[in-house]
């Protein structure tokens, strides 16, 4: 084989034809759409993962552009999973992706596995958990836990601006972070006390100053009236600034994607026999081709 010439070329280099493969055959779950969620789906579906489905309930609130990737003045009051599908489908057209439009809460099951199974037509592989409320969060995990499925989980990312204090392991691990702390005593009373992969940081969480709803905080989200996820409904407002959210992201991806890839020896890696030049890529261009 002379070379290979696809959007993803430049990953085969890296990983190999195995680990490509490996990733095309990869269903990943993502539950949450937002600052933490929306980075990780990309980072995913810029992988070559071959079928994402993204769950979330939310619609984009001008408030959102701060930190999420699909938030715009012209996406305000749009809905997240279908904003990402659309941008998904413009890096990789031949890959599967599927929105469901609904928030993951205990009374609802097994639905979201079930209805991401359906729509896949495949089981889910694997589950990256971006759900910032704690009951739902920690159904999820235990969920993922019985089933069986590798699940990767974000922990607090607002109220914190030092990139240099997160951290990714096993959730046994975490310190520091209060969030974390909450999600490990509810788990630990259904049995579970690790094997779950976390980010988290272990920088002191800032106070929220002014942000208790009812006081100098006024909800704008475009939905105000829904029962669920508006700003009249939360407890407290939390800050967030702009790259802590997309790096839990992008670091759950990286440390899925690395699972994945457990076991290839990348020193014998079968790839490309040489990198083609600028010219000869253009003469065998095809952007459809996987």
Same mark, same amino acid.
Not at 22 to 31: C, D, P, Q, S
Not at 181 to 192: F, H, N, P, T
Not at 253 to 261: K, T
């Given at each position: 084989m002379a070379f290979r010439n696809h959007r993803f070329s430049r990953l085969e280099l890296l990983v190999g034809k195995e680990?490509?493969?490996?990733?095309?055959?990869?269903?990943?779950?993502?539950?949450?759409?937002g600052g933490v969620g929306g980075y990780a789906a990309e980072a995913i579906a810029r992988s070559a993962v071959g079928k994402i489905t993204l769950v979330d309930h939310d619609e984009v609130c001008v408030t959102n552009v701060n930190r999420q990737i699909h938030a715009f003045t012209d996406t305000v009051g749009k809905k997240k999973v279908q904003l990402l599908v659309d941008?998904?489908?413009?890096?990789?057209?031949l890959a599967i992706y599927h929105g469901i439009d609904e928030h993951h809460h205990p009374?609802?099951?097994d639905f979201i596995f079930e209805e991401a199974e359906r729509l896949a037509g495949q089981p889910v592989d694997a589950v990256i958990d971006c759900i910032d409320t704690l009951i739902p969060k920690v159904d999820l995990i235990a969920r993922c836990k019985n089933k069986n499925i590798p699940i990767w989980s974000s922990m607090g990312s607002a109220s914190r601006m030092d990139p240099s204090q997160i951290k990714c392991a096993d959730i046994s691990e975490t310190k520091v972070d209060k969030f974390a702390? =909450?999600?490990? *005593? %509810? /788990?630990?009373?259904?049995?579970?006390t690790s094997g779950v992969r976390v980010v988290y940081s272990t920088e002191e969480a800032i106070d929220p100053e002014q942000a208790v709803p009812g006081t100098e905080w006024q909800c704008i989200c475009p939905t105000i009236e829904k029962e669920f996820g508006a700003c009249q409904h939360k407890r407290v407002m939390l800050g967030t600034i702009s790259y802590l959210p997309p790096i839990f992201g992008l670091w759950l991806?990286?440390?899925?994607?690395?699972?994945?890839?457990q076991g290839i020896d990348f020193k014998k890696r079968e790839t490309f026999e040489k990198t083609p030049t600028?010219?000869?890529? =253009?003469?065998? *261009? %095809? /952007?459809?081709?996987?």
């Open positions: 680990g490509l493969g490996r990733f095309r055959n990869l269903h990943v779950l993502i539950v949450g759409a941008r998904l489908q413009k890096i990789n057209p009374d609802k099951g702390k =909450q999600i490990r *005593l %509810k /788990l630990r009373e259904v049995g579970i991806a990286g440390d899925l994607l690395q699972h994945y890839l600028f010219d000869e890529f =253009q003469k065998v *261009l %095809k /952007l459809g081709q996987a």
